[in-house]
């Protein structure tokens, strides 16, 4: 039997809405798609970006610890009288470079030298305290927990005090540190420049170690950075 015009225009009706449906899941699927991608694109990048904050941080941290080494060798050169007349070394460029910095990081770390001295005599006290707090024995249950008490007591002291203590060899720590962030930048320039190297063999084996671990580093920075 023939199918009625009412037949064959329900049938468009459905055919174009499902087609319709079909064209909207596709377009749906797309954008869920493109959003995803875009989602995955952020987060690498921002894992990318995280990773060169990490390096960074890294490269500080190696210069710090430049520092560290290069106070602790130069600063016993101080106390020699030729220090503030003649070069360091021999090395005149050097010395034009290192000695107001080593002079003033010297004198900030001088100053925290007599509190950190102080709380090692403190702590050294703290702990003969709370080791002879319980004395030659307890008598009674009584005098047993006074005891105990006497010795959480000094415990807690000598805690404070080995805190106080830390935090102030961090400070110093950290005085010299901020010398290897200065210092380095001023050895690498006159490197560069003038094709200047130390004289002296452990400073030249400090700065050159630093030197090629800062540039190991650097690499991989620029590694990270092509790939952002």
């Known amino acids: 039997m023939p199918k009625s015009a009412l037949d064959l225009v329900s049938e468009e009706t459905n055919r174009m809405s499902a087609t319709t449906t079909n064209n909207w899941w596709a377009s749906a699927k797309l954008a869920a798609n493109a959003a995803a991608a875009k989602t995955r694109v952020a987060a690498g990048t921002a894992k990318l970006r995280a990773e060169v904050a990490l390096i960074d941080r890294e490269i500080n941290g190696r210069k710090k610890q430049f520092g560290v080494e290069m106070y602790d060798h130069m ?9 503030y007349t003649g070069p360091m070394y021999d090395d005149e460029e050097m010395t034009e470079l290192v000695r107001p ?10 100053a925290l030298e007599a509190k950190v001295s102080q709380l090692k005599q403190d702590v050294s ?6 080791t002879s707090a319980f004395g030659a024995g307890a008598d009674t249950v009584g005098d047993k927990f006074k005891k105990a ?7 807690g002291v000598e805690g404070k005090l080995k805190t106080e203590l830390l935090l102030m060899q961090n400070k110093q720590t950290a005085i010299k540190q901020e010398m290897g962030l200065e210092l380095f930048g001023q050895f690498a320039t006159l490197e560069d420049r003038d094709n200047w190297l130390p004289k002296d063999r452990v400073v030249r084996s400090i ?8 540039e ?4 991989k920075r620029r590694q990270k950075q092509q790939e952002l």
């Open 75 to 83: 600063s016993p050169l101080i106390s020699s009288v030729d220090f």
């Open 101 to 110: 910095l080593l002079i003033a990081t010297h004198k900030e770390a001088a």
């Open 125 to 130: 006290a703290a702990e003969v305290g709370r």
């Open 149 to 155: 008490g006497k010795t959480v007591t000094s415990a």
């Open 207 to 214: 700065y050159d170690s630093c030197r090629q671990d800062i």
């Open 216 to 219: 190991a580093i650097e690499l």
